[in-house]
């Protein structure tokens, strides 16, 4: 079952003493000790210019690991964040917990060298992983991960909340695909939680929630059709103004008659609109189903690349 807004799932059938009840569990939340990242950035400033974007604060533990490549980026003015995890992914009951914090007019990329592959469920133990960045004002953060592969019989819950300030932005990228496609996997793992939550300033603008579980009327695979990898892209922000408008007009507009879709790829896009202190906040949600990952990387490459003279580099560049 697939929905946007589902909490924990449980459905029963049967009426009466004589018929038998059939119950779908959610997993219990068990899981080893916390893995903790820590990154915090900060600017250096050259006659009130920021000239420069530094890490600060670098720490991890096991089997977490926090990379700065220094050649990434053609700018100093922006940073880039590797976040790896030792053995190829991450095995029941690892439990990832990464705080990102961002001072007054950073720019910040944090990415992944390769997608996150959840393995198979042990011993009643779900594979879980907490995001929590704070971005202060006038920064950005472009949250661009490789997707989520659940592998077979896997269970994986997953929260991010990021926190904004007046005159911050951020790109969030959440995508996910089917599993180990080649191997003949397809939607088999056990379940799928994932939360994204953006506040600003203290007051919750946005939150977005998808629980993927078979259920006896409807498995997640004959949920999904033909489609493999499903995805979301939050833009919000001053500094992603040009952006987002733009995109609202390419992707929003009425199609003409006898338009010809492309099934292979579906987009579309709605806006995200709110008042904070009589003040309008603009911003975007794309949404893309495909039956590829590099159908998507090449749909988010298109869409982002006007950000990529800010970046110092295409984050997208040699990942498929």
Known sequence: ?????????????????????????????????????????????????????????????????????????????????????????????DNIQLDIELAEECTVVVTTQASTKVFHRVDDLVTCQTVEAKVGAGSLLVFLPDPVVCYKDAAYRQKQVFHLKQGSSLVLLDWYTSGRIARGECWEFQSYHSTNSIHLDDRLVFRDVVHLQDTPLLPVHQAMAQYNVVGMCVLIGPALSNLYNKLLKELGRSKPYGYKYNMEVVLSVSPLRFKKEEEEIHGAVVRVMAFTTTQVFTEMERILQELFPRLGGNPFENKY
């Open 1 to 93: 079952m697939f929905s946007s807004t589902q909490k924990n799932m449980e459905l029963a059938s049967g009426k009466g003493e004589d018929k038998p009840e059939t119950v779908i569990k959610t997993e219990k939340s068990q899981s080893r000790p916390e893995a903790k990242g820590r990154a915090v950035f900060q600017p250096t400033r050259e006659n009130g210019q920021v000239v420069a974007v530094t890490n600060t604060v670098l720490q991890y533990t096991y089997p977490l690991k926090l990379l700065l490549p220094q050649n990434v980026s053609e700018t100093k003015t922006c940073q880039w964040l590797y976040v790896i995890t030792f053995g190829g992914g991450l095995v029941a009951g």
